[in-house]
């Protein structure tokens, strides 16, 4: 991503020992790519993501004018990573192009520290940027063993930020509503193309493929129902292979009161995981839980 210019500073001397071995720790979390984004154990958090505030911290508590002379020759994701701690320092050019970041850097550490620093600001000038935030794409399971299921961590953090702004706990719902039913309406592939993305998908569990180029894969289900308990067990048309299917609680009752195991379904729904050695596709119908999408057929 493309930063505009941070005001330079006129500092002749070196950082001192203490802010030098900060910003090395902070450099080599950038730019690496055997860094991890999974989430570290009891956290939801990633290992990188709390290196990396753990060095904004100290970078705050430390000297601003050594990250401003730091960031004059930096490049890449280190200097976006100064971008950001510039702006937990109050830089009002550092938070305008930090909420840039939150918004369209490439790596998802980035943004999720973006996202904390300005929540931690609570700067009204940032209100606009984390609604935009809401629709974050980038999720991964959670550690802690209190919900251990897939979460949205920019999403997350943008809400809890709305909120300590000002926005009632209802308007944020209602905002990350419309962007989950703007992208739930967004055009489909063809129905071929869904199909065959979707047998694809059945062949490669089958064959103990990998599963990764298909997370995130926007599917159309047709099969018959096997069990009934939420999340219910589809019976994929044409295979011999099981999908798991998380309903809305609206869905589940519907369901429930719909008749008999072996009714037909046909749902439109987003890959989230695979497992191969299970033969199981787990596909879920909602990001937010008053949304109902699935659909249900005699």
Not at 266 to 294: C, F, H, N, Y
Request: charged share 25%.
């Amino acid at each position: 991503m493309l930063l505009g210019p941070v005001p330079a500073v006129n500092a002749a001397t070196q950082p001192d020992t203490s802010i030098r071995e900060t910003l090395t720790k902070l450099k080599i979390e950038c730019d690496n790519p055997n860094i991890s984004n999974a989430s570290e154990w009891t956290t939801s958090r990633s290992a990188t993501e709390r290196k990396r505030l753990t060095c904004i911290f100290a970078l705050k508590a430390g000297d601003e004018a050594a990250v401003r002379q730091e960031i004059a020759t930096a490049k890449g994701e280190y200097r976006e990573m100064l971008t950001v701690a510039l702006a937990a320092c109050g830089d009002n050019s550092g938070i305008w192009q930090t909420s840039r970041l939150m918004l369209a850097a490439k790596t998802p550490a980035v943004r999720v520290c973006a996202a904390s620093i300005l929540r931690r600001l609570r700067d009204k000038r940032t209100i606009e940027p984390l609604k935009q935030a809401l629709a974050d794409p980038f999720e991964r399971r959670d550690g802690t063993c209190v919900n251990p299921q897939m979460i949205f961590p920019v999403r997350r953090i943008a809400s809890d930020a709305l909120v300590a702004s000002g926005l009632s706990l209802d308007e944020v719902r209602k905002l990350e509503r419309t962007h989950l039913i703007a992208k739930l309406k967004a055009p489909l592939q063809d129905r071929t193309q869904a199909e065959l993305t979707w047998t694809n998908l059945l062949g490669a569990v089958e064959k103990n493929q990998t599963s990764t180029p298909y997370i995130g894969q926007q599917v159309l289900l047709r099969g018959t129902l096997a069990k009934r308990n939420n999340p219910i067990q589809l019976k994929i048309d044409g295979s011999k292979a099981t999908c798991l299917v998380m309903l809305t609680k609206r869905n589940a009752d519907l369901l429930a009161k719909s008749g008999a195991a072996g009714f037909r379904l046909e749902i439109r729904g987003v890959v989230r995981s695979v497992d191969p050695d299970k033969k199981q596709i787990e596909v879920w119908t909602m990001a937010v839980e008053e949304l109902a999408v699935a659909v249900l057929r005699d």
